[in-house]
T-cell receptor
Framework: DAKTTQPPSMDCAEGRAANLPCNHSTISGNEYVYWYRQIHSQGPQYIIH???NNETNEMASLIITEDRKSSTLILPHATLRDTAVYYC??????????FGKGTRLHILP | ETGVTQSPTHLIKTRGQQVTLRCSSQSGHNTVSWYQQALGQGPQFIFQYYREEENGRGNFPPRFSGLQFPNYSSELNVNALELDDSALYLCASSLRGNTIYFGEGSWLTVV
């Protein structure tokens, strides 16, 4: 899998948009960008994924740059329940997930 | 709800014993992976099974072994338990080539 780089931690005020960046400069053409999050002591939760185009679902939006070397996960209205470690993963769809260190997101009341 | 269920949720074993952890995949999923997550660390890939065959293995010793059954459920077996095996063990399933979903994990404590 391509290596991804994420900031180790971020803060966001409750009710504001949380924008989590990820660099994946060596991503290959057939690798998708996946985002998972892990709330303390729970299994990782799938959030969203994309290949080239921006994607949106009920949880978040994913913005991928045109050169695909970076992406941003957007949680539009962060709540305290969004406090978690967020993992950005570049994944070939026939492969297995290799987790990096992720970003620890703190939502501040 | 991901449809991936793991059992038991918590267990305590003594050093040197053996443990079997179980995973029921989401319906229709033919690929299962196992991960070990020590406290404060990210999940580490142990191995993956696809249609009952091992399909990739991480840096874990042979005392970590697994099985995938015809119904695609799976087991993780760990022999000769060591204190450092204490961790959250995660099972993940997918229909090959599609999104991977995780269970809530089994907490293993080795004393």
């Amino acid at each position: 899998d391509a290596k991804t780089t994420q900031p180790p931690s971020m803060d966001c005020a409750e009710g504001r948009a949380a924008n989590l960046p990820c660099n994946h400069s060596t991503i290959s053409g057939n690798e998708y960008v996946y985002w998972y999050r892990q709330i303390h002591s729970q299994g990782p939760q799938y959030i969203i994924h994309g290949l080239k185009n921006n994607e949106t679902n009920e949880m978040a939006s994913l913005i991928i740059t045109e050169d695909r070397k970076s992406s941003t996960l957007i949680l539009p209205h962060a709540t305290l329940r969004d406090t978690a470690v967020y993992y950005c993963i570049a994944l070939n769809r026939d492969d297995k997930i290799i987790f990096g260190k992720g970003t620890r997101l703190h939502i501040l009341p | 709800e991901t449809g991936v269920t793991q059992s038991p949720t918590h267990l305590i074993k003594t050093r040197g014993q053996q443990v079997t952890l179980r995973c029921s995949s989401q319906s229709g999923h033919n690929t299962v992976s196992w991960y070990q997550q020590a406290l404060g660390q990210g999940p580490q890939f142990i191995f993956q099974y696809y249609r009952e065959e091992e399909n990739g293995r991480g840096n874990f010793p042979p005392r970590f072994s697994g099985l995938q059954f015809p119904n695609y459920s799976s087991e993780l077996n760990v022999n000769a338990l060591e204190l450092d095996d204490s961790a959250l063990y995660l099972c993940a399933s997918s229909l090959r080539g599609n999104t991977i979903y995780f269970g809530e994990g089994s907490w293993l404590t080795v004393v």
